[in-house]
């Protein structure tokens, strides 16, 4: 083999290894290490993307309650215990029809593309809803959760969908922390 063709490959083979591990750090970046679900910039494109071309789709949000309390009175460990059952309750919910996030701190949020192969959203917040275990010690966990489907968007965008989700949770927290809008 020629050396000179050896050689003219070479910077193509770096190029190639080196975009490769740009874009295994852009995929890691995506997602949340404690958590394994999207980063909020993960999630949004999707999001978008599926709430755009999916005429049944379901925008949730979940935050915990009191979580402060568990990561004063547990230790951050307890803390991170707790959110990482509740991404993986949330996933689970989910399942193969939608996409979670962790969009930061104790919030977290799915786009269900198709919610008849959902559980349903009490069915969430009673998974939300049970304690975790914790070195020895059982969590007191609960979550507030909000929706909106797209069919009652004027626009279908994710920033709307997200608005009145949002709404929602805060109303389901005002009238307590085990109240899901079916």
């Not at 050896?6 to 290894?17: E, H």
């Not at 679900?37 to 949000?61: C, D, I, S, Y």
């Not at 979580?67 to 990482?84: C, Q």
């Amino acid at each position: 083999m020629d050396t000179h063709v050896i050689a003219a490959g070479l910077p193509a083979l770096g190029w190639a290894v080196h975009g490769g591990m740009l874009w295994r750090r852009l995929s890691t970046a995506r997602r949340d290490p404690l958590t394994g679900l999207h980063t909020r910039a993960g999630w949004t494109a999707r999001a978008e993307h599926l709430l755009a071309r999916r005429p049944n789709a379901l925008v949730v949000l979940v935050d915990l309650d009191d979580f402060k309390a568990i990561n004063d009175t547990y230790g951050h460990a307890a803390g991170d215990a707790a959110l990482t059952a509740t991404a993986g309750r949330l996933a689970d919910w989910c399942g193969r029809h939608g996409v979670t996030a962790r969009l930061g701190g104790d919030e977290f949020a799915a786009i269900v593309t198709d919610p008849a192969h959902t559980p349903g959203l009490r069915a969430l917040q009673n998974a939300l809803d049970r304690p975790v275990e914790h070195d020895g010690r059982v969590l007191p966990v609960a979550a507030s959760v909000g929706h909106c489907h797209r069919a009652h968007l004027p626009v279908p965008t994710l920033t709307d969908a997200l608005s009145a989700a949002d709404a929602a949770m805060y109303a389901a927290k005002g009238h307590g922390r085990r109240n899901a809008h079916p």
